[in-house]
C-alpha cells in the first residue's frame, strides 16, 4: 500500500496532461533540457579557464601583460 503502482501513475500522467495540455509539457521539458546543458557546458568551461583566470595565484609563463595607465581629462564645453 505504500507504493502507487504503475495503473496510479498512468492516471496521474493523464490528469496532468489535461490540466497543463501537451505543448506546455513540451516546452517545459525543453526549458529545463536546455538549462541543464547550459550549466554543464558552464561548468566545462570553468574546468578549462588558465590557472590565472582561476584566481589561484598561479601564472602560467608567457601571459605576462605590460601596460600604462593613462587619465583623460575631461571635455571642455
Known amino acids: 500500500m505504500g507504493s502507487f ?11 496532468v496532461m489535461l ?8 516546452n517545459l521539458g ?3 533540457g536546455g538549462a541543464v546543458k547550459g550549466f554543464k557546458e558552464g561548468m566545462k ?3 578549462d579557464k588558465p590557472a590565472a583566470l582561476k584566481g589561484d595565484g598561479a601564472t602560467p609563463s608567457g601571459n605576462t601583460f605590460e601596460a600604462e595607465v593613462k587619465k583623460e581629462s575631461a571635455p571642455k564645453v
Open 5 to 15: 503502482s504503475i495503473w496510479h501513475w498512468l492516471i496521474v500522467l493523464v490528469i
Open 45 to 47: 568551461v570553468e574546468d
Open 30 to 32: 525543453t526549458d529545463l
Open 19 to 26: 490540466v497543463f495540455g501537451t505543448k506546455k509539457l513540451r
